[in-house]
């Protein structure tokens, strides 16, 4: 058995038996935080927490690491609900094209984009995508993230959807924290089926999911509703076809126009719209009373210069928000959660707590991971992070670009 004590911590984080699955509006600003505090684990278990002062000892020394926290905070592992973290190869040629004044739909609709990144994937093998994504969930892991959800996309073909499916179960098995897998075959329209959108829409439903399900490769289905992409009647019937095999919607949606997909995804029961730069009344609406969580996306707005998604206004009409990184080639090359928890501080005016919320308890919501990860409860297997000595929690959000997480703990 592993056992871990850390002990003297100046302040354990986001901590609590019986809290909710989600804060929303004010209880956003929410955050325990117990200073001076002691953590144990066994086996990756948080077996026990509390004040210095009140604890009792160790009886059993045998197997034990302690580590010293002393000016030190210690919080749940940030959960990144959004990243297609699966891709072949970086463009930024494309960021390029865009600072000399080509925008991120024009460079789509000259067969960039999403298109250019299919190409490359297509052409490249199962082995050789897995080594690439797996560099990179070792650098996210170093970042803080220790959980990870990951969409496919790129393939836009039957056997290319698949190959990345089967690399995200593979990183599944051997990344050594929770990731879930998204199908996003619905991602583009490939060029061949330009005029032909049934076609394509077909082939999700008559090729694609059945052997998803049967090779157990997704939990969620994902379509980028949008126009241009997939109009609101196409993402209904993909993600009804999705739901007879199994899989939950959690989709893209308002990233450049508001057209009525957040009311037709919540009519589906789904667990997360995600992007929602651009928010209407009716998506205000239709997300209240739902279990349907608004994701906001900081480092793709930053990115790509649009506007930030109004978080202050979803908190004001009481609702939940969490935050993502929507690490990917085209739109976001960062997966950095601490780079967005200082980007929702500093162009959202959202709170360092209620950021914070959005990365951890929130963000665990719009993964289906709040039995186990988002908060330090007993019972719970989430990875630690251990930040370096710092005079406050809201120092990490406001010293930008600064690597402040010393260590992540996983089981
Ligand atoms: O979430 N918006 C759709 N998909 C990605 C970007 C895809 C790309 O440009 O490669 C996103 O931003
Ligand atoms: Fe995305």
Redesign the pocket.
């Known amino acids: 058995m592993s056992k871990i004590l850390i002990k003297n911590i100046k302040g354990l984080v986001q901590f609590g038996e019986d809290l909710p699955k989600v804060r929303k509006g004010e209880e956003m600003k929410k955050l325990p935080i117990l200073e001076n505090a002691f953590l144990a684990l066994e086996n990756g278990i948080i077996v026990a927490y509390g004040s210095m002062a009140e604890w009792g000892g160790i009886t059993d020394w045998r197997n034990l690491e302690v580590i010293d926290a002393e000016g030190k905070f210690v919080l749940p592992a940030f959960c990144d609900s959004h990243t297609?973290t699966v891709f072949a190869q970086s463009r930024e040629e494309e960021f390029v094209d865009r600072i000399k004044g080509l925008s991120?739909e024009d460079i789509a609709i000259r067969g960039g984009?999403?298109l250019n990144?299919a190409q490359k994937l297509q052409e490249m093998s199962e082995e050789e995508l897995f080594n690439h994504a797996m560099e990179r969930v070792d650098k996210l892991k170093s970042g803080g993230t220790g959980a990870l959800e990951i969409k496919s996309g790129?393939g836009l073909t039957v056997g290319a959807e698949l190959k990345t499916l089967r690399v995200i179960k593979r990183i599944k098995a051997e990344s050594g924290i929770a990731i879930k897998a998204t199908f996003l075959g619905a991602?583009a329209f490939p060029l061949e089926f330009k005029e032909n959108h049934q076609g394509y829409i077909d082939q999700i439903i008559n090729e694609m999911l059945p052997q998803i399900e049967k090779e157990g490769l997704a939990d969620f289905i994902d379509v980028?509703c949008?126009r241009n992409y997939f109009s609101v009647e196409e993402m209904f019937q993909i993600l009804q076809a999705g739901i007879k095999h199994g899989l939950r919607p959690k989709v893209?949606v308002n990233?450049f126009s508001a057209i009525g997909g957040v009311r037709k995804a919540v009519e589906l029961n789904a667990l997360s719209v995600d992007?929602m730069e651009e928010i209407s009344e009716d998506d205000i609406d239709a997300l209240k009373g739902s279990d349907t969580i608004a994701t906001i996306?900081p480092s793709?707005s930053h990115f790509l210069s649009i506007p930030f998604g109004d978080a202050r206004r979803l908190m004001e009409n009481d609702l939940p928000v969490a935050l993502a990184s929507?690490f990917?080639?085209?739109?976001?090359p960062s997966g950095n959660l601490a780079f967005v928890w200082s980007l929702a501080c500093v162009k959202m005016k959202m709170t360092p707590e209620e950021a914070l919320n959005a990365l951890t308890i929130n963000a665990a919501y719009a993964m289906d991971l709040s039995e186990t990860h988002g908060t330090i409860s007993l019972g719970k297997t989430t990875p630690i992070l251990i930040t370096k000595q710092i005079p406050s929690l809201a120092y990490i959000p406001y010293s930008f670009g600064d690597q402040l997480i010393e260590r992540l703990i996983i089981s």
């Open positions: 297609h991120y984009g999403i990144s790129y991602h980028f949008e893209h990233q992007h996306l793709c929507d990917n080639p085209g739109s976001t």
